[in-house]
């Protein structure tokens, strides 16, 4: 492409309708002028993407002295963050773009220009729309705005997926490799799934490796925490609520767990603490396949794959009456209990491993290592919170020695909340005492294990014991009087 004289304008083309498709250097060149003195930049180049035209103002703006000097040279050497030989490459032009030099925002439009007998790329023309961002500022912020919602719509989204997979339920145990083969089962079928086993054994991360196996693998999976939930806000929290179902209600619909989880995975965590009430409506939801919003007349049609989680006995819930034996048999089609820590303890080297893997990842520090006696004496420790005990152990274990980079057992000690004992240690006898203290101190070990159990809840707590209600406050209140010895 020769050289443009922005003063020759004999061209008698006319420009397109549509910028970019069709446009040549001929029917360009008539606007050069124009160009020349009204915008505060403009360029030309050639198919090579090298300069071959720039006006004086874009040559102040770039502190150029001598126009001639860049003539000829690329112009990324000339026009720092330029996308001119992108629109030279494939031939689209880039209408608006915001384009950062120095402490100037500039709106710039660049077109491809056109060959008038072969039609193929010739060079681009670029010039500056606005160099004063500033009575553009209300759009630009309208733009930001919905930048940022999308990416937190994204956000929202991914979290909404599963973040772990089989690989992510560690161990190599006979008890664990049982635990993966049942899960792989229940993620080629679409049949409810129920997850026993104690707090903090993974039954989560079971849940999302099952989801993610599944068909149902790309779509949503979302998590309610029952226990979690107050008893009143259960039914707006799985079925959503309609503006003004209630005072206090937010003007815009709410949809609910099982719309945002339709075509995926509904997890229930901790079900066994739902009310009777609640889980009634549940039932009918799992049944029929639709669910009615809060306040609403208009039932909307849900598929959605259930997988449920509880650490209490369901199977004792429902002889006592406080779990509907229907909706037991609704969610206990494939069954998997996940074991406790404490019977799997062949796994705690490969645990550890992932473990301080994981802290290191988190905290940019280097990873520390576990030596074989420390794990020997993780042994010998019950772990009643199971895995999520485990990590905690480990995180006190590296919080209260500074950059430790080996934990060995002395280590350990401090972090345990008690002194582990030899499994095998010689039976020793134990000292005499009266027998009035002997069941005193096993009632309160029974009231305190019932309120434990049953999370709280002082009336399941008397039911577990077989004791009237007014039993149970009799007993506590007389624990109360007395310090526990």
């Known amino acids: 492409m020769p050289r443009v004289d922005p003063s020759d304008s004999d061209a008698k083309a006319t420009l397109p309708g549509s910028l970019g498709e069709g446009l040549t250097l001929e029917a360009i060149r008539p606007l050069f002028p124009l160009f020349e003195h009204a915008s505060t930049g403009a360029i030309s180049v050639d198919a090579e993407a090298r300069l071959t035209w720039i006006n004086d103002s874009y040559c102040r703006l770039l502190g150029i002295e001598d126009p001639a000097s860049a003539i000829g040279r690329p112009v990324a050497e000339v026009v720092p963050h330029t996308r001119m030989p992108e629109v030279v490459r494939n031939g689209r032009p880039i209408l608006l773009d915001i384009m950062e030099f120095e402490d100037h925002q500039l709106v710039v439009m660049r077109l491809p220009l056109h060959d008038r007998k072969s039609g193929k790329i010739s060079g681009a023309v670029a010039f500056i729309v606005f160099d004063d961002l500033e009575p ?33 339920f560690i161990g190599a145990s006979p008890s664990v490799l049982e635990v993966k083969r049942r899960a792989r089962l229940a993620a080629a079928r679409a049949t409810p799934v129920l997850l026993l086993g104690e707090t903090g054994t993974g039954k989560e991360v079971l849940a999302q490796a099952i989801h993610g196996a599944s068909p149902r693998g790309d779509s949503s999976f979302v998590a309610v925490n029952v226990a979690a939930v107050p008893e009143n806000l259960l039914e707006a929290e799985f079925f959503g609520v309609v503006p003004g179902a209630f005072t206090g209600a937010d003007r815009r619909p709410r949809q609910g767990k099982f719309q945002l989880a339709d ?87 490969i645990l550890c491993e992932t473990i301080l893997g994981k802290l290191a990842q988190e905290s940019g520090e280097s990873r520390a290592e576990i030596t074989n006696e420390a794990v020997m004496l993780l042994h010998q420790h019950d772990w009643p919170g199971n895995i999520r005990e485990l990590r905690n152990t480990l995180e006190q274990t590296l919080a209260l020695n500074e950059a430790c980079h080996v934990i060995d057992a002395p280590e350990l000690l401090a972090a345990l909340p008690y002194q582990p004992l030899e499994r095998h240690s ?4 134990a000292p005499i005492r009266a027998m009035a203290e002997v069941v005193a101190e096993a009632e309160r070990t029974a009231l305190q294990n019932a309120l434990a159990a049953c999370r709280g809840n002082k009336s399941r707590a008397a039911r577990l014991l077989g004791i009237p209600r007014s039993v149970l406050y009799e007993k506590l209140a007389k624990l109360s009087e007395k310090p526990d010895t």
């Not at 609403?296 to 002889?319: G, H, P, Y």
């Not at 406080?322 to 799997?344: A, G, M």
Request: proline residues 4%; hydrophobic residues 40%.
């Open 263 to 349: 075509g995926g995975t509904l997890f229930l965590d901790e079900v066994g603490d739902m009310p009777l009430a609640v889980q009634a409506k549940l039932l009918r939801a799992l049944q029929e396949g639709e669910v009615e919003p809060l306040g609403s007349n208009e039932v909307k049609r849900v598929d959605v794959r259930v997988i449920a989680a509880t650490s209490c006995d369901l199977e004792a819930m429902v002889a006592e009456g406080s779990f509907r034996s229907d909706l037991y048999y609704r969610l206990n089609v494939l069954r998997i209990r996940v074991p406790p820590l404490r019977e799997r303890l062949a796994d705690l080297g």
């Open 426 to 429: 010689r039976t020793t006898v």
């Open 136 to 168: 553009l500022t209300p759009l630009i912020g309208k733009y930001r705005r919905l930048q940022n919602d999308l990416a937190a719509a994204r956000r929202a989204l991914a979290k909404r997926g599963a973040r772990y997979d089989m690989g992510d």
